[in-house]
């Protein structure tokens, strides 16, 4: 399957400062990637979904000005958190989609994913 | 609100026992996902249901998707301390006209040596 590299593996930061988390698709040219946060115990939730060479498509209740992605090539995103605050502290985790074959879906590879403590 | 609810939301086995752990849809699904999230990993993919009442095994996983295509179950046996972990359905669900991976609640899996 595809392999994504994700960095950092985690930041510590204080309140108000910008933190910009990068997602690489090592072994494939991903026109989308997605990004998904996952609070401590609970489940993956989707985010944004990131295109190449476009705007990203946000899941209704994510703040678009507060989550700037980039997707500026067919091999990288970025996810910025902007202005982060102790509430966005979070596991923030970003994935490609590979085809499996006739009638199934799409697979998710992820990242190693980026623990955000925001102080 | 969520629509893929997992039961049990906690399992504690001994080693040695099995563990289960339910999938289950207010909507028919199209296909079903499970992914495997180790403490302080992140999610790996395990397996692929498509049709309906398929079964599926890896090793001691027995994988289940209901004849109805609304329920899903995933099955260890003689669970090892290698199985600890959080388990997750996921299914395509469209929401708004599009389609999203949605992932269940999920199950996490303690294992007492």
């Known amino acids: 399957g595809a392999v994504v590299s994700q960095h950092p593996s985690r930041v510590i930061c204080k309140s108000g400062t910008s933190v910009k988390i990068e997602c690489r698709s090592l072994?494939?040219?991903?026109?989308?990637m997605f990004w998904y946060r996952q609070f401590p115990k609970q489940s993956l939730m989707l985010m944004a979904t990131?295109?190449?060479?476009?705007?990203?498509?946000?899941e209704q209740g994510v703040e678009k000005d507060k989550f700037l992605i980039n997707h500026a090539s067919l091999t990288l995103s970025t996810l910025t958190v902007t202005s982060a605050h102790p509430e966005d502290s979070s596991f923030y985790i970003c994935?490609?989609?590979?085809?499996?074959?006739?009638?199934?879906?799409?697979?998710?590879?992820f990242g190693a994913g980026t623990r955000l403590s925001v102080l | 609100g969520q629509q893929v609810m997992q039961i049990p939301q906690y399992q504690h086995v001994q080693e040695g026992e099995d563990f289960t752990t339910y999938c289950n849809s207010s909507t028919t699904l199209s296909n079903i996902q499970w992914y495997k999230q180790r403490p302080g990993g992140h999610p790996v993919f395990l397996i692929q249901l498509v049709k309906s009442g398929e079964v599926k095994k890896q090793k001691r996983l027995t994988f289940q998707f209901g004849e109805a295509k609304k329920n899903s179950s995933l099955h260890i046996t003689a669970t090892q301390t290698t199985d600890v972990g959080t388990y997750f359905c996921?299914?395509?669900?469209?929401?708004?006209?599009?389609?999203?991976?949605?992932f269940g609640t999920g199950t996490r899996l303690t294992i007492i040596p």
């Open positions: 996921a299914a395509f669900i469209s929401n708004f006209g599009n389609e999203k991976l949605t």
């Open positions: 994935s490609v989609s590979e085809t499996s074959g006739a009638g199934a879906k799409n697979i998710q590879y």
């Open positions: 990131s295109n190449e060479g476009s705007k990203a498509t946000y």
């Open positions: 072994d494939f040219q991903a026109t989308t």
